[in-house]
T-cell receptor, first 115, second 112 residues
Framework: GAVVSQHPSRVICKSGTSVKIECRSL??????MFWYRQFPKQSLMLMAT???????TYEQGVEKDKFLINHASLTLSTLTVTSAHPEDSSFYIC????WGSGELFFGEGSRLTVL | EDQVTQSPEALRLQEGESSSLNCSYT??????LFWYRQDPGKGPEFLFT???AGEEKEKERLKATLTKKESFLHITAPKPEDSATYLC?????????????FGTGTLLAVQP
């Protein structure tokens, strides 16, 4: 069964609005979760590392004020795209690492379309 | 700069026609190389992790191999359900422990 659950799977919003995406770790507690973004025909790019109880760590070039990450519990991380614009339209995927096996499990992804 | 290049970009096979996908990588030191399968509109599904040159892993019709410069994903007698995008990613020693660098993938289409 699924190890990581993401919601919503698809969202369409108007330019200027904010959108929240949830990522839940179903099988184990995750002090760290990861947010990736994937544009069509491009590779997955790590956006940020979400740390439970502390600030997220953002990759170079990712605006922390635009992509707000909250990791309030050991099983839930949220990504909020603030004041979304059409160029933010993308496939956002979260992942969780099982530190025991080393495997990185991905959620089903969330397709964001900004009109 | 750490880099991953996958080839071909797209591959069309007839059912039963075996082939290989390539993943070339450049890293200062390899902690691990990962293969994932991604279906359209879905998140990647883990297939294999390889850690050192010479290592091989198999799962059903798939076999992954690793050298110091590249990895191959061999597909033996593929079936239409093997159609997907196959992603390769590397994790570098000395880099952020959580960061995977992905290639752009190979889109595989297996025709019946």
């Amino acid at each position: 069964g699924a190890v990581v659950s993401q919601h919503p799977s698809r969202v369409i919003c108007k330019s200027g609005t904010s959108v929240k995406i949830e990522c839940r770790s179903l099988d184990f507690q995750a002090t760290t979760m990861f947010w990736y973004r994937q544009f069509p025909k491009q590779s997955l790019m790590l956006m940020a590392t979400s740390n439970e109880g502390s600030k997220a760590t953002y990759e170079q070039g990712v605006e922390k004020d635009k992509f707000l990450i909250n990791h309030a519990s050991l099983t839930l991380s949220t990504l909020t795209v603030t004041s979304a614009h059409p160029e933010d339209s993308s496939f956002y995927i979260c992942s969780v690492r099982d530190w025991g096996s080393g495997e990185l499990f991905f959620g089903e992804g969330s397709r964001l379309t900004v009109l | 700069e750490d880099q991953v290049t996958q080839s071909p970009e797209a591959l069309r096979l007839q059912e039963g026609e075996s082939s290989s996908l390539n993943c070339s990588y450049t890293v200062s030191g390899l902690r691990g190389l990962f293969w994932y399968r991604q279906d359209p509109g879905k998140g990647p599904e883990f297939l294999f992790t390889l850690y050192s040159a010479g290592e091989e892993k198999e799962k059903e019709r798939l076999k992954a191999t690793l050298t110091k410069k590249e990895s191959f994903l061999h597909i033996t007698a593929p079936k239409p359900e093997d159609s997907a995008t196959y992603l390769c990613a590397v994790q570098a020693i000395g880099g952020a422990t959580n960061k995977l660098i992905f290639g752009t993938g190979t889109l595989l289409a297996v025709q019946p």
